[in-house]
Nanobody
Framework: QVQVVESGGGLVQVGGSLRLSCAASGRTFSGYAMGWFRQAPGKEREFVAAISWSGGATYYADSVKGRFTISRDNAKNTVYLQMNSLKPEDTAVYYC?????????????????WGQGTQVTVSS
């Protein structure tokens, strides 16, 4: 049973920073790509960032490029999302997802394992 568990969400002021963590278990973590998605109230879930199995390739949504950084520590079976210069429009539930392939993808259909989500609220 593959499990993906997010942590690190919370309430932050505009311009602040948060670091989300995602711990994966139940399979060889280092062999697969990982991604972050988010869903704001009344909106569809959307892609935020993705990282390949080795960490050598990363992709970002245009809305977060230059502010968010995805990284991974395969020794700790953990992927991170560093979020800086947060804006009110970043408010959402953030989901970590595990893929069954090695390459990073923006496509939600490319991910088989999902966490429960962690709430990020940016207040103005």
């Amino acid at each position: 049973q593959v499990q993906v568990v997010e942590s690190g969400g919370g309430l932050v002021q505009v311009g602040g920073s948060l670091r989300l963590s995602c711990a994966a278990s139940g399979r060889t973590f280092s062999g697969y790509a990982m991604g972050w998605f988010r869903q704001a109230p009344g909106k569809e879930r959307e892609f935020v960032a993705a990282i390949s199995w080795s960490g050598g390739a990363t992709y970002y949504a245009d809305s977060v490029k230059g502010r968010f950084t995805i990284s991974r520590d395969n020794a700790k079976n953990t992927v991170y999302l560093q979020m800086n210069s947060l804006k009110p429009e970043d408010t959402a539930v953030y989901y970590c997802a595990g893929s069954s392939v090695t390459y990073a993808t923006r496509n939600m259909g490319g991910y088989d394992y999902w966490g429960q989500g962690t709430q990020v609220t940016v207040s103005s």
